[in-house]
């Protein structure tokens, strides 16, 4: 009997310790609820779901996403993760869309099918945060009519030659003018007045960060207090848009600053443990003198050659971990600790969508342990789920790839994705392959580089071209530019079902294909004709959807 005491008590003394830590790490959640009373049929049909959407801190340029179909009564409930204490979040129904405010709880949204076109806050909210959102709905009404809104080009004169302590409280007071101006008309909540003030705040910041980037200049650090405010628990889509901008411009200052150094920024120390710990066939021997200078910090200039020699042997992995590591390092010594936390997270999150799974998992399994701040690990760790979430799945089409060895004809790895490779026949030869296996259709082609963020961008945007039309008559080709993973596009378009012909060249093979299409750049597109002839060199790009359906147009 005392030993099942003991053990009880231990059992509890235990749970007492890890208790703080897993309700730390559970993210709390808002349970959006609602009914769009009056739903006639028709508006049923063209929208019969509705979707609410999130920010991520580290990527603005990715919204996070939950849609729900509508009950036939017009009811829905949608549930969305919470990472901050209050977040700003997205409801859209149709062509309707209105930002709220959203806290752990549940909040309703409602909705009146016969004035969603006419009323001008056809919102009614209800549960958590109810009267502020209905408050930010109308002041979001009277913003839409106010005539004095910031402009760009004005601020941009008005703060020209003046300081930056200066240039911030002048942009602060332009996008504050229409709650001052709301104000006069309706006194603001405070939680209000908090939310639209936040949002202007990191407007005027991330206008400064644009201009500093822009004109490659230093702003003054004493404004890093303003411009990132510590211990901020409110996230709005003007607080991602300006930390994702000082990213942008701390990444500018650090190259410029590495322009002026001899080093690259490594210390001894941190170069051996990375080659230490993920330097391939290293000797025992090496391990031993690795491990001397990771104690001393220290070598000669002669022992260059011996680091150099170990980050050949694995070039890709370990160039990447130490172009990491050196960001890092050398914003530590320009940025306080909360800068450099947000910059390890950022230039992480930032790597993802360009890496392969495993290396993916490499970098994360490092650079991870480096953050501190608990909103950053998770939104680091939500970013991260999102891109190895079908491991499995990429993995497969990987194998049905390497299955095929060094030649694949149109090999379905996934889906729709296809992929043309051969290692010993010319980049002409597998084009006219590929083109001639399309003939009847028209041919969009799209050059790009899967390590570039516009590339991927374009791929993904070229989707929607496909979507347009009917496979009888269009084809979509990718061609990838060869970098030294191979598996890096095949696992892109596997993640992001990417359905079309991927025609994968090796870098002479790529010179041969391109020297027919004579793109302007590393990013161009061509259209071909339904017999097999180039019709446009250096067509819009997909993003221009409407001048990229002109020219199919025309060949149809």
Same mark, same amino acid.
Request: glycine share 6%; charged share 25%; proline share 4%.
């Given at each position: 009997?005392?030993?099942?005491?003991?053990?009880?008590?231990?059992?509890?003394?235990?749970?007492?310790?890890?208790?703080?830590?897993?309700?730390?790490?559970?993210?709390?959640?808002?349970?959006?609820?609602?009914?769009?009373?009056?739903?006639?049929?028709?508006?049923?049909?063209?929208?019969?779901?509705?979707? @609410?959407? =999130?920010?991520?801190?580290?990527?603005?340029?990715?919204?996070?996403?939950?849609?729900?179909?509508?009950?036939?009564?017009?009811?829905?409930?949608?549930?969305?993760?919470?990472?901050?204490? +209050?977040?700003?979040?997205?409801?859209?129904?149709?062509?309707?869309?209105?930002?709220?405010?959203?806290?752990?709880?549940?909040?309703?949204?409602?909705?009146?099918?016969?004035?969603?076109?006419?009323?001008?806050?056809?919102?009614?909210?209800?549960?958590?945060?109810?009267?502020?959102?209905?408050?930010?709905?109308?002041?979001?009404?009277?913003?839409?009519?106010?005539?004095?809104?910031?402009?760009?080009?004005?601020?941009?004169?008005?703060?020209?030659?003046?300081?930056?302590?200066?240039?911030?409280?002048?942009?602060?007071?332009?996008?504050?003018?229409?709650?001052?101006?709301?104000?006069?008309?309706?006194?603001?909540?405070?939680?209000?007045?908090?939310?639209?003030?936040?949002?202007?705040?990191?407007?005027?910041?991330?206008?400064?960060?644009?201009?500093?980037?822009?004109?490659?200049?230093?702003?003054?650090?004493?404004?890093?207090?303003?411009?990132?405010?510590?211990?901020?628990?409110?996230?709005?889509?003007?607080?991602?848009?300006?930390?994702? =901008?000082?990213?942008?411009?701390?990444? +500018?200052?650090?190259?410029?600053?590495?322009?002026?150094? =001899?080093?690259?920024?490594?210390?001894?120390?941190?170069?051996?443990?990375?080659?230490?710990?993920?330097?391939?066939?290293?000797?025992?021997?090496?391990?031993?003198?690795?491990?001397?200078?990771?104690?001393?910090?220290?070598?000669?200039?002669?022992?260059?050659?011996?680091?150099?020699?170990?980050?050949?042997?694995?070039?890709?992995?370990?160039?990447?971990?130490?172009?990491?590591e050196t960001l890092i390092q050398r914003s530590i010594r320009l940025y306080d600790g909360a800068a450099v936390d947000y910059l390890a997270a950022y230039w992480l999150a930032s790597s993802l969508p360009g890496l392969t799974i495993d290396f993916s998992k490499l970098l994360y399994s490092y650079a991870r342990p480096q953050i501190k701040e608990p909103t950053l690990i998770q939104s680091l760790d939500e970013l991260y789920r999102l891109e190895v979430k079908d491991s499995t799945r990429i993995r497969a089409a990987i194998q049905t790839l390497r299955k095929?060895?060094?030649?694949?004809?149109?090999?379905?790895?996934?889906?729709?994705?296809?992929?043309t490779r051969d290692d010993l026949r010319s980049g002409s030869d597998l084009l006219d392959q590929v083109v001639n296996a399309n003939r009847g259709k028209v041919i969009y082609l799209l050059l790009f580089s899967p390590g570039d963020e516009a590339g991927r961008q374009a791929a993904l945007d070229a989707q929607r071209l496909r979507n347009a039309y009917s496979s009888r008559d269009f084809a979509l080709i990718y061609l990838p530019m060869s970098g030294a993973d191979k598996s890096l596009w095949p696992e892109i378009a596997t993640r992001y079902n990417l359905?079309?012909?991927?025609?994968?060249?090796?870098?002479?093979?790529?010179?041969?294909?391109?020297?027919?299409?004579?793109?302007?750049?590393?990013?161009?597109?061509?259209?071909?004709?339904? @017999?097999?002839?180039?019709?446009?060199?250096?067509?819009?790009?997909?993003?221009?959807?409407?001048?990229?359906?002109?020219?199919?147009?025309?060949?149809?």
């Amino acid at each position: 009997m005392k030993k099942s005491c003991w053990l009880l008590y231990g059992l509890l003394i235990t749970a007492g310790y890890l208790l703080p830590a897993l309700s730390f790490a559970q993210t709390d959640s808002v349970i959006v609820t609602g009914r769009i009373r009056n739903l006639s049929a028709r508006l049923y049909r063209e929208s019969p779901a509705v979707s @609410v959407s =999130r920010n991520n801190i580290l990527q603005a340029s990715r919204e996070l996403v939950r849609s729900t179909p509508l009950n036939i009564d017009g009811t829905f409930r949608v549930s969305m993760p919470l990472i901050y204490t +209050q977040e700003e979040m997205y409801f859209t129904y149709g062509r309707i869309s209105t930002a709220f405010l959203a806290s752990a709880g549940n909040l309703s949204i409602e909705l009146n099918a016969d004035s969603l076109f006419t009323a001008a806050v056809p919102f009614r909210f209800g549960g958590v945060n109810a009267q502020v959102n209905q408050q930010f709905a109308r002041y979001k009404a009277f913003e839409a009519t106010y005539a004095n809104k910031p402009d760009g080009k004005k601020l941009s004169d008005k703060i020209n030659g003046v300081g930056d302590e200066a240039a911030y409280r002048i942009l602060t007071s332009a996008y504050r003018a229409p709650l001052s101006a709301f104000a006069q008309r309706e006194k603001p909540f405070p939680l209000l007045a908090r939310w639209v003030g936040s949002a202007d705040r990191y407007n005027a910041a991330a206008f400064l960060y644009d201009k500093a980037t822009y004109d490659n200049e230093e702003l003054d650090k004493a404004l890093n207090d303003s411009l990132r405010p510590a211990n901020d628990r409110l996230l709005t889509a003007a607080r991602v848009s300006a930390m994702n =901008r000082f990213a942008a411009y701390v990444t +500018q200052r650090v190259s410029a600053e590495a322009g002026n150094s =001899r080093s690259n920024g490594l210390t001894v120390r941190a170069l051996a443990v990375l080659l230490e710990r993920y330097g391939k066939n290293i000797t025992a021997d090496e391990r031993l003198r690795l491990n001397d200078y990771a104690l001393s910090n220290s070598a000669r200039a002669s022992d260059l050659r011996f680091f150099d020699g170990l980050v050949k042997r694995n070039p890709d992995t370990l160039q990447r971990l130490v172009n990491y590591e050196t960001l890092i390092q050398r914003s530590i010594r320009l940025y306080d600790g909360a800068a450099v936390d947000y910059l390890a997270a950022y230039w992480l999150a930032s790597s993802l969508p360009g890496l392969t799974i495993d290396f993916s998992k490499l970098l994360y399994s490092y650079a991870r342990p480096q953050i501190k701040e608990p909103t950053l690990i998770q939104s680091l760790d939500e970013l991260y789920r999102l891109e190895v979430k079908d491991s499995t799945r990429i993995r497969a089409a990987i194998q049905t790839l390497r299955k095929a060895g060094k030649a694949a004809n149109s090999l379905e790895i996934s889906p729709g994705v296809f992929a043309t490779r051969d290692d010993l026949r010319s980049g002409s030869d597998l084009l006219d392959q590929v083109v001639n296996a399309n003939r009847g259709k028209v041919i969009y082609l799209l050059l790009f580089s899967p390590g570039d963020e516009a590339g991927r961008q374009a791929a993904l945007d070229a989707q929607r071209l496909r979507n347009a039309y009917s496979s009888r008559d269009f084809a979509l080709i990718y061609l990838p530019m060869s970098g030294a993973d191979k598996s890096l596009w095949p696992e892109i378009a596997t993640r992001y079902n990417l359905s079309g012909d991927h025609l994968l060249l090796t870098d002479s093979q790529l010179y041969d294909a391109i020297d027919r299409l004579r793109p302007d750049g590393e990013l161009a597109a061509t259209v071909i004709n339904r @017999v097999g002839k180039i019709n446009k060199r250096n067509a819009p790009l997909p993003a221009d959807f409407g001048e990229v359906r002109k020219v199919i147009a025309k060949n149809l």
